[in-house]
C-alpha cells in the first residue's frame, strides 16, 4: 500500500511536532486552523488505487475525531424521533446498506424515495448520492439530516441537543482540542470516520496487487465478459466512472424520479443516477437508485431484456437492430455473477473499527 502525498505531509508536521507520544495535526475550522494533540490514524491509500480526492490535509483522521465520527454516525439524536441515525440505513454487514426495504425509510415510517447507497472508499468519491447533490463529503449528511422522509431534523436542533448531552462536550473538545460543539465539526468528525471506510481487501483486490490469489475458471471467464461489456461504466479499482447515465430504466410512476436533472436543472439529465461502484456488490442489494431489482440474476436480465427507451438513455445500449440491452447469454451470466462475487470484501464488513458495538 502506498502512503498519499496527503499523508506524507501530516506525518511530517506530526513528527515535527509531537509530545510524549501523541501527534499534533492541525484541522481546518471554520473557526480557522486548530491544533489537535491526539493520535492520527494511519489513511493509506491501496496499491490499486487512484489517489483520493478528500482533502485529507485539511481534516486529518484523528483517533478522538473518529470516535466522536463513529459515535455520531450511530446515534438517532441527529433525527427529530431520536431514533433514526446513518447507521439506520446504512447497516455494516450489508456494506453499510439497509436490506429491510427497497427505499429508505425515515421518521415515523415515512417511505424515501431512493436505495440507501453502500459506504466505501468516499475519500475517492467526486460527488455523493444518486443524482451527485452532494459535492464535498462535509456536507452530505446535511441531505439525509434535514430530509422530512429520513431524519427529519435541522442542523442547528441537532447541535443544540448534542451541546446539551452529558458527554458530546467533552467528545469534542478532545476531538478538537478546544470547547465547542457546532456543525462544522460534527460534518468534520462524521467525515474522519467515513473516509477511513476503504474497502480494498476482496479477491479482485488482492489479484490486481499479485498477491498470493487465483481466480476460478469461472470468475476469469467473467471478468472477460465484464472488461468487454461492464468496465466501460464500471471502471477501475473503484468500479466506477462516477459518470451520471439512463441505464434504460422505467420511470417509477410513483416517486417520478427525474435523477440528475433535479440538481442541473438540464433535460439533458432526466433519469441519469451515478453509475454505483460495483463493490461488495454481492451483499448490496436490492439494486437500482430504487431498490427494484432483487438479485444480481434480476439485474443481468434487466440488461439483457428489460430496459426502455427514453430521450436520454445512453447510446452504449442502443443495439444495431432497434431494440436495447448488452448481449449476454445465460452461460455469460452465471460467470459474470461468479466474478461480481470477487468484489466481496470481508475484511471490510467485520471490520470492527466501523461497527456500532
Known amino acids: 500500500m502506498k502512503i498519499t502525498k496527503y499523508l506524507i505531509l501530516i506525518l511530517f508536521i506530526w513528527s515535527c511536532s509531537s509530545e510524549s507520544g501523541n501527534g499534533e495535526s492541525v484541522i481546518t475550522t471554520d473557526d480557522g486552523p ?80 431512493r436505495n440507501a447507497q453502500p459506504l466505501h472508499n468516499l475519500a475517492f468519491m467526486n460527488e455523493f448520492t444518486w443524482d451527485g447533490a452532494a459535492t464535498f463529503l462535509d456536507t452530505q449528511p446535511i441531505i439525509p439530516i434535514t430530509s422530512e422522509v429520513e431524519m427529519n431534523e435541522t442542523v442547528s436542533n441537532v447541535i443544540l441537543k448534542l451541546a446539551a448531552d452529558d458527554t458530546y462536550p467533552t467528545l469534542f473538545e478532545e476531538a478538537f482540542g478546544s470547547e465547542g460543539v457546532s456543525a462544522d465539526r460534527m460534518f468534520k468528525a462524521l467525515s474522519q470516520f467515513m473516509v477511513m471506510m476503504v474497502s480494498a ?50 420511470m417509477d410512476p410513483v416517486f417520478n424520479d427525474i435523477g440528475r436533472e433535479r440538481v442541473t436543472g438540464l433535460p439533458d439529465d432526466n433519469r441519469k443516477f451515478k453509475v454505483p461502484s460495483l463493490r461488495n456488490i454481492e451483499v448490496t442489494f436490492p439494486y437500482m437508485h430504487d431498490g427494484r431489482l432483487a438479485t444480481l440474476e434480476d439485474v443481468l436480465n434487466f440488461y439483457t431484456d428489460g430496459m426502455v427507451d427514453s430521450p436520454t438513455l445512453d447510446e452504449q445500449f442502443r443495439r444495431p437492430d432497434g431494440t436495447f440491452g448488452i448481449d449476454i447469454t445465460p452461460e455469460e451470466k452465471v460467470q459474470l455473477i461468479a466474478f461480481l462475487k470477487t468484489l466481496t470484501d470481508n475484511d471490510f464488513i467485520e471490520d470492527r473499527r466501523f461497527s456500532e458495538f
Open 34 to 113: 486548530l491544533t489537535v494533540t491526539n493520535p492520527l490514524l494511519d489513511f493509506t491509500v491501496p496499491a490499486n488505487f487512484p489517489d483520493a480526492t478528500y482533502s485529507i490535509l485539511q481534516n486529518p483522521p484523528t483517533e478522538k475525531g473518529f470516535e466522536l465520527g463513529k459515535k455520531l454516525f450511530y446515534d438517532g439524536q441527529l433525527a427529530s424521533d431520536g431514533v433514526v441515525s446513518c447507521g439506520f440505513c446504512h447497516i455494516q454487514s450489508f456494506a453499510f446498506t439497509h436490506h429491510t426495504h427497497i427505499t429508505s425509510h425515515g421518521v415515523d415510517g415515512q417511505i424515501g424515495t
Open 201 to 250: 481487501n476482496s479477491k479482485f483486490d488482492k489479484l490486481e496487487r499479485g498477491e498470493a490469489v487465483t481466480f476460478t475458471d469461472q470468475e476469469n471467464a467473467g471478468r472477460a465478459i465484464f472488461d468487454a461489456k461492464c468496465a466501460s461504466c464500471h471502471a477501475g479499482a473503484l468500479q466506477t466512472d462516477q459518470s451520471y447515465r439512463n441505464n434504460g430504466l422505467a
